[in-house]
């Protein structure tokens, strides 16, 4: 709403069309068949955040970059996730430092600092706590199967004992009654 009135109005809306089409596109891919563009879809995503920073008035352009790093991040496997998060973070500073140079004439650079790096802080904060929960629910995942296999080991491994415990009893009857009868 606040870009309305603006010159780059339209490129915007065509910037933001295109790049939530990706993003919906990347995700629903099958992911056999989102191997074939893995870097691709996230990091044009990515990149479209750049203008889109530079171009909007309203202020709010780190959202779009927290939700093209989310969006990356969660589909992508643990060692593309912290490079789609560092690419996240990379495009939020290149777009939001031009937008910075940009306003430079017009406000109060203190201002511009200070929101440059409140916001960039906030950014990076957002990008790190999503690697991080991914990273720990993948752990998660991980430790449920390895306590599943534990599990389903030592289920075998009592009936194996009742099986050697029945022989057991079964040979010393076998030595001790049988040769007795």
């Known amino acids: 709403?606040?870009?309305?009135?603006?010159?780059?109005?339209?490129?915007?809306l065509w910037l933001l069309t295109i790049s939530y089409l990706i993003m919906f596109l990347y995700n629903m891919l099958p992911e056999k068949k989102r191997l074939i563009t893995e870097p691709l879809l996230p990091m044009?995503?990515?990149?479209?955040?750049i203008p889109i920073q530079y171009l909007d008035v309203s202020g709010d352009n780190l959202f779009l970059s927290i939700i093209a790093g989310f969006s990356a991040i969660n589909q992508a496997r643990l060692p593309q996730a912290k490079v789609y998060g560092v690419g996240a973070l990379g495009t939020y500073l290149l777009g939001s430092t031009a937008r910075t140079i940009f306003l430079y004439q017009n406000d109060e650079m203190s201002d511009l600092v200070r929101?440059?790096?409140?916001?960039?802080i906030v950014v990076l904060l957002a990008l790190?706590?999503?690697?991080?929960?991914?990273?720990?629910?993948?752990t998660s995942i991980r430790l449920e199967s390895a306590l599943r296999t534990v599990n389903e080991q030592?289920?075998?491994?009592?009936s194996l004992?009742?099986?050697?415990?029945?022989?057991?009893?079964?040979a010393e009857?076998?030595?001790?009654?049988?040769?007795?009868?």
């Open 128 to 138: 790190l706590a999503f690697y991080t929960l991914k990273k720990q629910m993948i």
């Open 115 to 120: 929101y440059f790096f409140v916001n960039t």
């Open 44 to 49: 044009l995503q990515l990149i479209l955040c």
């Open 161 to 170: 004992a009742v099986v050697e415990e029945r022989n057991r009893i079964a």
């Open 154 to 158: 030592s289920e075998k491994l009592k």
């Open 1 to 12: 709403v606040e870009n309305a009135g603006t010159a780059a109005f339209k490129t915007l």
């Open 173 to 181: 009857m076998h030595d001790t009654v049988g040769h007795t009868l």
